[in-house]
Nanobody
């Protein structure tokens, strides 16, 4: 089982990107999933989370600009990023609480995808 992010890239300020996070392998359930980011020299910060019921939470710095959503049938979570700012530049990772083989439930982290916003 692994989490794979995609959709990062270089964009100008004010632009948009859509990140995807897919859980691949023997996954039998996907619970809370979160997007996190780490800028150079800074700590890892929560960006947004979504529960299996669709309840969402956002960091104050991204409210109104970033939207998290999920497609449970495809074990995929998205992060729509609009009105991007240079301060959004970071490596974005997803973390998923998954039910896998042998009724094991645990967190899985992806490798991350780079987002760079130019001014």
């Amino acid at each position: 089982v692994q989490m794979v992010e995609s959709g990062g890239g270089l964009v100008q300020a004010g632009g948009s990107l859509r990140l995807s996070c897919v859980a691949s392998g023997s996954v039998f359930g996907m619970y809370t999933v979160g997007w996190y980011r780490q800028a150079p020299g800074k700590e890892l910060d929560m960006v947004a989370t979504i529960t299996q019921y669709g309840a969402t939470e956002y960091a104050d710095s991204v409210k109104g600009r970033l939207t998290i959503s999920r497609d449970a049938s495809k074990n995929t979570v998205f992060l729509q990023m609009n009105s991007l700012k240079p301060a959004d530049t970071a490596v974005y990772c997803c973390d998923a609480d998954l039910l896998v083989v042998w009724s094991t439930r645990r967190d899985f982290w992806g490798q991350g995808t780079q987002v760079a916003v130019s001014s």
